[in-house]
């Protein structure tokens, strides 16, 4: 048995000895995946931008992208300005649908692609009107910046940002009349990061925060303080709903917690029990 | 009533001789220790498998449009989901350490060699259907993490020259992890390993009551070094009574692994789901961090530290052959392995190397 057994092995050592080297889907598969390490992704238009060649001025433009808000949602140079990011010989081929860096007057346009509802609203602000009648008006890099492009947050609407174009006196009663509805997104928006480690699947909540919260932040872009405190009744129901959802997941969670602890205690118990029962003497 | 039908069944199967023959007359070494009751309750954490496994069928649904949709759906739409889940995913976990741990303690006590070679070739081969188990059972939630893990796993059999690119397509019915593999997984989880795994327990149980169980050598010494010219039952003419003495410590045993079992659920609910496993399969976008199931970070580690992956992958067929083989390459008649330095020495070496190995495949 024992002889078959190393025949067997010199069997199975001796041609994988032999057979060096990696096979080829297996290397593929195998080393690639990031179970052996990160997977780096082939991006023409990060690649030169931060490599050494490239002009100081342009170089700060993959870093600024790395920490804004779009970096961390998967959106990359190409999603705005177009291109081929796989092809670095075509890679700012118009051809390709390479657009390039917008002109002050179509930025709205360039933000608009995928912020639809914001840029109608916007186009029917003040701001908006005021870029259609002197070319000059703010538009959305005067106070989300370029790049850099940090989460929405009321902490946008600031002295030092508005009072580069008017005075802070409407601003300030506009940020007091989003205040409350922010607030609650930004306490429910914790409490969903919170489900989700817990193991909670909060997609679907998730996409109801995430449209409530871009219908409101529309609604915002039409600089109207009127209008926003007139619907933050309509909102504040609209996340009551989901809140009682999500309180009602976490009272669940702790049911779970509290049911389990009972089931072990349950065990434990009765482990307990069988251990002194069969050390009482027998007949 | 209970007398009744105590009777019934008395004039029927005869249940007062079962009940001597069985448990009463049926004896065990007086020196046994809790490490015996490991067996017993690995079959009951199958059992816990089993039933919570029949719970989850009810409503999973084997389709890669569908399955992580009706697997959150168990989670917070059925009742009581949640725990017959958790239940299926942390038995499963517990049940691999307890079966390594029960081969672990019958390797140390000797309990492996002669006349019970079969015995222990029948245990090793249910460990390893076990992980098959985990394996396919580890895709069927359609997560991100079972999906790119099985991705990787699947493509293993690929190293092989000649046969490795045919069987990894066998496997994965295709090229890609794709529906195929999910009903191949399934089909292999719920219908295929069951029945062989039975025949192999059954086995493994008969074996263990037909020739009776071993005395451990921490305590008395052992009459089995005689030649082997004749089956004779090991009786323990001299041990404890099946019922109550050894019931006892297998019914303590269980109620730990439940406790075990309960304060994972409780404290731990997240430790074998990560938020990948809360996140639908997408064929095109790899996850980072992922890793296999701490049982398989060692040979994953192995893998990718031996640049030729196939011999990486013979020296694991190897090894496997050795562990399955050990009661007929083992030629000693010392049972203790307290009296032989050199498979100690060995032993706690691929231990170690083992242990190494997992935390260096998970860090």
Known sequence: MRYLLYLLIAIILVPSIAAAGYREEFEREFLSKPWAGEQVEVDACIGCHSSDTMKQEYRWIVENWKSSWHAQNNISCHD??????????????????????????????????????????????????????????????????????????????????????????????????????????????????????????????????????????????????????????????????????????????????NFSAFLMLLFAGMGVIIFIYSKLPKE | MGKKIEDWLEVRIGLNDLRRTQLLEYRVPKNINLLYTLGFAAMIGYVIQVISGIFLLIYYIPHPGYAFGSVQDIMSKVPYGWLFRQIHIVGGNLLIATVLLHMLTVFLMGNYSRPRELTWVGGGLMLIITFIFGLSGYLLPWSQLSYWATTVVSSIPSAFPIIGDATARIFKGGDQVSGTTLSRFFALHVAILPPIFLFLMGLHVFLIRRIGISATPFGMSDDEKRPLTEFRKKTHTDGHPFYPYFFQKMMFMVMMYGAVMFFAITFLPTLFLPVEANTPADPLKTPSHIKPEWYFLAPYQMLKLIPNKFFGISIQLILIGIFLLWPFLDSQKEKNILKRPVLRGVFFFLLATWIALTFWGRY
């Open chain 1, 80 to 257: 705005c300005h177009g291109g081929d990011p796989k092809d670095a010989a075509m890679s700012m081929s118009p051809s390709r649908g390479f657009i390039g860096t917008p002109k002050y007057a179509e930025v709205p346009d360039f933000c608009g692609k995928c912020h639809i509802g914001i840029l109608k609203n916007y186009l029917e602000s003040g701001h908006g009107k005021a870029l259609k009648a002197s070319g000059r008006g703010p538009v959305c890099i005067t106070c989300h910046g370029t790049h850099r492009i940090d989460k929405a947050s009321i902490d946008i609407i600031n002295e030092q940002t508005c009072t580069k174009c008017h005075s802070y006196d409407r601003a300030r009663r506009m940020k007091q009349a989003l205040f409350v509805v922010e607030k609650k997104m930004g306490d429910m928006e914790r409490d969903l990061k919170t489900l989700r480690s817990e193991g909670i699947f909060v997609d679907e909540k998730e996409r109801s925060l995430f449209s409530t919260q871009a219908e409101f932040r529309a609604l915002f872009h039409t600089v109207d303080v009127s209008l926003v405190s007139e619907r933050t009744d309509d909102f504040t129901k609209k996340l009551s709903i989901l809140d009682k959802n999500m309180q009602d997941t976490f009272a669940e969670l702790r049911f779970r917690k």
